[in-house]
């Protein structure tokens, strides 16, 4: 029982890691390519710190709440599933006993086995027993859609602060170089990242991570260049 809830307990951390690396990349990816797509267009760092910040705070609020009212979503199904397995645990107990019993049936455990697990599982905590077995969720481990929000968010900051900082460096000219390489390593890294957390080739994953990103950025520097010399 106590790996079982170390298992659970690092998988639920591990989730979260990786949403946080996810919304780093989102961050890194967005913004960088919507300032390039600027600097195509003009060399004023005011502007670049404008769009940057209006970028960030744009892309942040917009993860923010999409993960809050995803969250909030999934949450609602979930205690939607609690409080009728509740119902039924209520109003039909020896139906309820019987369903789980065959639930361990089905994995393997002999009827008279399967009989003595259910009822002292039953007699022990009977909607913990179902959840989990039944349902395959712990009730005391729901995701807390406020604090998904501030996970994505702050994690999209902190990605988009790698472009914004980078093309604002004094650098006589070389704002835009300096933010492709700067966007490249930290793709690198969002990529190692996500790679070694699901264990996925970490060549092919990185690779991919840092060509689309660099592509995003190619494509919006191409469009702000064509942009500035028709409006100059």
Do not use: C
């Not at 349902?135 to 807390?144: A, G, I, R, V």
């Not at 190692?192 to 957390?197: D, E, H, N, Q």
């Not at 991570?209 to 100059?232: E, H, Y």
């Amino acid at each position: 029982m106590v790996h079982a809830e170390v298992s659970s307990a690092d998988s639920s951390k591990l989730n979260w890691l990786r949403a946080a690396v996810l919304g780093a990349n989102d961050g890194i990816v967005s913004v960088s390519a919507l300032i390039v797509g600027v600097a195509g267009a003009t060399n004023d760092p005011r502007i670049f710190l404008i769009t940057g910040v209006a970028g960030i705070l744009s892309g942040a609020l917009s993860m923010a709440v999409g993960e809050y009212v995803s969250v909030s979503s999934q949450r609602d199904v979930e205690e939607a599933l609690f409080a009728k397995e509740r119902h039924e645990l209520e109003t039909m107990p020896e139906a309820e006993l019987e369903e789980l019993t065959a639930l361990y049936q089905a994995k393997g455990v002999s009827r008279q086995t399967a009989e003595i697990v259910a009822r002292e599982l039953t007699a022990h905590d009977a909607f913990a027993a179902h959840a989990e077995t039944e349902l395959k969720m712990n009730p005391t481990e729901l995701t807390n859609p406020w604090h998904a929000a501030l996970a994505s968010g702050l994690s999209f900051t902190v990605g988009a602060l790698v472009p914004l900082i980078a093309i604002l460096i004094p650098s006589a000219g070389m704002h835009v170089q300096i933010t492709f390489a700067a966007v490249f390593f930290a793709l690198a890294i969002t990529g190692y990242l996500s790679a070694t957390m699901s264990d996925a080739p970490v060549g092919k994953v990185v690779m991919r991570v840092v060509f689309g990103g660099i592509l995003a950025m190619i494509i919006t520097f191409g469009i702000g260049k064509i942009f500035g010399v028709a409006v100059a």
